[in-house]
């Protein structure tokens, strides 16, 4: 495991490489450090957001990509994001307020001079306003100038240039047209409404939109976009071709929403089934999500099960680091039994805990405390039925192909630090993804109703039975799964004081600070002692 250090720069520079005819790749930048967790990357117009409340920080890996904007060219950093649709960057004299615990402080990725661009033009004086339900925005101005990404350049492209803002560093959105802030502005013309792929199709770049990302591991060094494409080299086996659907509430496909049906823990002790028989609920593959976000029953049971303790004075579940060196794999399945198995390793869903520039030991102990990677939904906003982002937590461990022209989600096992390369191109406008096999008789999610979040409040689970010197097997109800959901006897816990040492039940809310006692990381989880 490297050493985290803010903002260290695992790859100072971007390799801009045209693969194949018809494919664009760009090379992305990888940055370790710590900042203000921003998840739950759903996207609306808004006002009132221009910062953010949130108090928490943590050490995690975010993805990056270097463009150049204007003439003569301007360099700029953006965050890579896939839940979003809109280009933007920050103006040189912009108000920047990010979150207090934000580190690097300022504008890390650059600000764009307008003034000093002599292609730069304005269609729309004050049609930047952009928000994100965790309080970040923008708000400024849109403007047209040349856009050069991995060296292809679009001119005339519209991007936001933010005024004011509560983050520090720009987006490059690889959302729907559809989902661009600016898409109902009558003033501006249909034709100049292009997110970026289909900027890229409309100049013969690439011939079809879609694109391919791949993470890689929570240490690399290197990652890729691929527009047009796909790299054949980059995952196991073969990809499995998978329906985007609605989001909950809404009529037309504006997200990367896929139906997410299982979800299971391995380890050499043996196999813990979390969500039940017939699953089936919404989920936004969401790159710009820094974590997994999950329905708040599982939610309990994976933290039943991993020790985790969640608290909402950081907005955050934390760990043992030494959590990270436990072997086996959470392992996500979409679209039924027919569906792809994603394995995330649980040492990458797990990163160390820095808070307030500094690192965390558990209270009363010389553990450290570590982040962990999947957070319940309510503490996002989102109640039962609406659909959860999964975030760079899950994605570095898939390899994804977003196929806008056909509304189809291309996913299989990422293969780590592969060197090779074998790009398959997309064909023709529409072509089906390359190397990818429709999963059959797919199971679709159903959501009747949309709700309001309740307060995630974490019970430590409870066991049925006495002490009797071997842990006994907890049932759904004792450890928060979902009904139906099953542990398989293998995989319980062969600590002799397993169930005599957790600690009885209390309302986890009301911790307030780090200095409250984390007896629960000292029981461990059933897997993990």
């Given at each position: 495991?490297?050493?985290?250090?803010?903002?260290?720069?695992i790859?100072?520079?971007?390799?801009?490489?045209?693969?194949?005819?018809?494919?664009?790749?760009?090379?992305?930048?990888?940055?370790?450090?710590?900042?203000?967790?921003?998840?739950?990357?759903?996207?609306?117009?808004?006002?009132?957001?221009?910062?953010?409340?949130?108090?928490?920080?943590?050490?995690?890996?975010?993805?990056?990509?270097?463009?150049?904007?204007?003439?003569?060219?301007?360099?700029?950093?953006?965050?890579?994001?896939?839940?979003?649709?809109?280009?933007?960057?920050?103006?040189?004299?912009?108000?920047?307020?990010?979150?207090?615990?934000?580190?690097?402080?300022?504008?890390?990725?650059g600000?764009?001079?307008?003034?000093?661009?002599?292609?730069?033009?304005?269609?729309?004086?004050?049609?930047?306003?952009?928000?994100?339900?965790?309080?970040?925005?923008?708000?400024?101005?849109?403007?047209?100038d040349?856009l050069?990404?991995?060296g292809?350049?679009?001119d005339?492209?519209?991007?936001?240039?933010?005024?004011?803002?509560?983050?520090?560093?720009?987006?490059?959105?690889?959302?729907?047209?559809?989902?661009?802030?600016?898409?109902?502005?009558?003033?501006i013309?249909?034709?100049?409404?292009?997110?970026?792929?289909?900027?890229?199709?409309?100049?013969?770049?690439?011939?079809?939109?879609?694109?391919?990302?791949?993470?890689?591991?929570?240490?690399?060094?290197?990652?890729?976009?691929?527009?047009?494409?796909?790299?054949?080299?980059?995952?196991?086996?073969?990809?499995?071709?998978?329906?985007?659907?609605?989001?909950?509430?809404?009529?037309?496909?504006?997200?990367?929403?896929?139906?997410?049906?299982?979800?299971?823990?391995?380890?050499?002790?043996?196999?813990?089934?979390?969500?039940?028989?017939?699953?089936?609920?919404?989920?936004?593959?969401?790159?710009?999500?820094?974590?997994?976000?999950?329905?708040?029953?599982?939610?309990?049971a994976?933290?039943?099960?991993?020790?985790?303790?969640?608290?909402?004075?950081?907005?955050?579940?934390?760990?043992?680091?030494?959590?990270?060196?436990?072997?086996?794999?959470f392992?996500?399945?979409?679209?039924?039994?027919?569906?792809?198995?994603?394995?995330?390793?649980?040492?990458?869903?797990?990163?160390?805990?820095?808070?307030?520039?500094?690192?965390?030991?558990?209270?009363?102990?010389?553990?450290?405390?570590?982040?962990?990677?999947?957070?319940?939904?309510?503490?996002?906003?989102?109640?039962?039925?609406?659909a959860?982002?999964?975030?760079?937590?899950?994605?570095?461990s898939?390899?994804?192909?977003?196929?806008?022209?056909?509304?189809?989600?291309?996913m299989?096992?990422?293969?780590?630090?592969?060197?090779?390369?074998?790009?398959?191109?997309?064909?023709?406008?529409?072509?089906?993804?390359?190397?990818?096999?429709?999963?059959?008789?797919?199971?679709?999610?159903?959501?009747?109703?949309?709700?309001?979040?309740?307060?995630?409040?974490?019970?430590?689970?409870?066991?049925?039975?006495?002490?009797?010197?071997?842990?006994?097997?907890?049932?759904?109800?004792?450890?928060?799964?979902?009904?139906?959901?099953?542990?398989?006897?293998?995989?319980?816990?062969?600590?002799?004081?397993?169930?005599?040492?957790?600690?009885?039940?209390?309302?986890?809310?009301?911790?307030?600070?780090?200095?409250?006692?984390?007896?629960?990381?000292?029981?461990?989880?059933?897997?993990?002692?």
């Open positions: 495991m490297k050493p985290v250090v803010a903002s260290l720069l790859a100072a520079r971007l390799l801009s490489l045209t693969q194949a005819t018809g494919t664009v790749q760009l090379d992305l930048i990888t940055k370790r450090g710590y900042h203000s967790i921003r998840d739950l990357q759903s996207r609306s117009n808004g006002n009132d957001a221009d910062e953010t409340t949130l108090p928490q920080d943590g050490a995690y890996t975010r993805y990056y990509a270097n463009v150049t904007i204007g003439e003569p060219g301007q360099n700029i950093q953006l965050h890579v994001d896939t839940g979003s649709s809109d280009v933007w960057v920050i103006a040189k004299d912009a108000e920047v307020n990010p979150p207090a615990f934000e580190f690097p402080k300022g504008t890390p990725g600000t764009f001079d307008f003034n000093a661009s002599s292609t730069a033009s304005w269609p729309y004086v004050g049609g930047l306003n952009i928000s994100y339900l965790d309080g970040s925005g923008a708000f400024g101005d849109l403007f047209a040349s050069t990404v991995a292809t350049k679009l005339k492209y519209i991007m936001g240039l933010a005024k004011k803002a509560s983050l520090g560093r720009g987006i490059l959105g690889l959302g729907f047209s559809e989902g661009l802030s600016f898409s109902k502005i009558q003033n013309t249909s034709g100049n409404k292009k997110n970026l792929v289909d900027a890229m199709v409309a100049a013969d770049q690439i011939t079809s939109q879609a694109y391919s990302l791949w993470l890689n591991d929570i240490d690399s060094s290197s990652g890729a976009l691929l527009f047009g494409g796909v790299d054949s080299k980059k995952y196991e086996g073969s990809l499995a071709n998978l329906a985007m659907y609605p989001t909950p509430g809404k009529q037309d496909i504006d997200h990367f929403t896929v139906s997410f049906t299982s979800f299971s823990i391995s380890t050499p002790s043996g196999n813990v089934s979390i969500t039940p028989e017939n699953y089936a609920l919404p989920a936004v593959l969401d790159s710009g999500a820094t974590q997994t976000i999950v329905p708040d029953d599982i939610a309990h994976i933290y039943a099960q991993t020790g985790a303790t969640y608290f909402a004075a950081f907005n955050v579940a934390v760990v043992p680091c030494s959590v990270r060196n436990v072997p086996g794999t392992d996500f399945g979409f679209g039924g039994p027919n569906g792809p198995i994603i394995r995330v390793p649980i040492g990458d869903m797990i990163y160390p805990g820095v808070f307030a520039g500094q690192h965390q030991l558990i209270p009363n102990t010389t553990q450290q405390a570590c982040v962990f990677g999947i957070t319940p939904a309510s503490t996002r906003g989102l109640g039962p039925g609406m959860t982002p999964f975030g760079d937590t899950f994605l570095r898939a390899y994804v192909v977003y196929d806008l022209a056909n509304k189809r989600i291309g299989a096992q990422t293969k780590y630090n592969s060197t090779e390369s074998n790009i398959l191109k997309f064909e023709s406008q529409g072509a089906q993804i390359p190397d990818a096999t429709t999963v059959s008789d797919e199971r679709k999610f159903t959501v009747t109703e949309l709700q309001r979040p309740t307060p995630f409040v974490q019970q430590p689970p409870t066991f049925s039975g006495e002490s009797t010197g071997a842990a006994p097997t907890p049932s759904a109800a004792d450890t928060g799964a979902p009904a139906g959901s099953t542990t398989s006897p293998a995989a319980t816990s062969s600590s002799p004081s397993a169930a005599s040492s957790r600690p009885r039940p209390f309302a986890w809310e009301q911790l307030t600070t780090l200095g409250i006692s984390m007896a629960m990381f000292m029981a461990g989880g059933v897997l993990f002692l």
